[in-house]
């Protein structure tokens, strides 16, 4: 019951010391019977009626009562509107959590995005520098890579991370059929530097058979 419909009906019953304790019943030109509090006619008959006048106690209590509803919905609405500040709190705390997901992970996206880009640059580098090597009619010939294929990566500095060029590792030799050692450049340089007088292993290996063949025709 709202507070002001509580403050009439509170009204209502303590004035009813004031109202009138006799009431008049008559009949309109249709017959039927209304009630009044003054004479309505000669054929009015009066009603007596027994009211029950409140005490001053009772209207303390009354108008107690009255005060203590009105502080309940008070509290009430005070409770109706907390929760839904602390409601819309919690829903603009939730929006502002996903905004900061939302850019943590565009942000993630942007650092792959980066390092892929760097990764292409430094193997475009690599391969810019090492170049293609063809061999036509048992001459080398080195040509470095088209100007279309190498992206601006001088002017980039390279980073932290060095990746792994698998694509131009050097694959192993097979072993030779005669169980000899395979022939590495590597090794017969390393060699040649540290004798510089003693004659290279492909040609210790051509001597002897320049020496059968000389032989044969002899």
């Known amino acids: 019951m709202r507070p002001v419909t509580i403050i009439l009906v509170l009204t209502a019953l303590l004035s009813v010391e004031v109202a009138a304790d006799t009431l008049y019943r008559c009949q309109d030109a249709a017959g039927q019977t209304l009630f009044s509090d003054a004479p309505c006619g000669p054929t009015a008959e009066a009603v007596e009626l027994n009211i029950h006048r409140p005490s001053a106690s009772e209207q303390r209590d009354a108008q107690s009562r009255a005060a203590q509803t009105i502080a309940i919905s008070d509290e009430i609405q005070r409770e109706r509107l907390l929760q839904r500040e602390l409601a819309r709190a919690a829903e603009i705390q939730l929006q502002q959590e996903r905004q900061r997901q939302a850019e943590r992970k565009r942000e993630l996206a942007a650092r792959e995005a980066e390092r892929e880009r760097e990764q292409a640059a430094l193997a475009a580098c690599a391969c810019e520098d090492r ?12 040509s470095a890579a088209p100007p279309h294929q190498r992206p601006q990566c001088r002017e980039r500095t390279r980073r932290d991370f060095n990746p792994p060029d698998t694509q131009y590792q050097r694959q192993p030799l097979p072993p030779p059929p005669s ?11 390393d060699s040649a530097q540290r004798h510089p007088h003693r004659p290279s292993p492909q040609l210790q290996l051509r001597l002897p058979n320049l020496e059968l063949i000389y032989r044969s025709r002899r």
């Not at 170049?131 to 080195?142: C, H, I, K």
């Not at 169980?179 to 340089?189: A, C, H, I, T, V």
Request: avoid cysteine.
């Open 131 to 142: 170049g293609t090597t063809t061999v036509r009619n048992g001459s080398r010939r080195w």
């Open 179 to 189: 169980g000899l050692r395979p022939y590495r450049p590597d090794r017969e340089r």
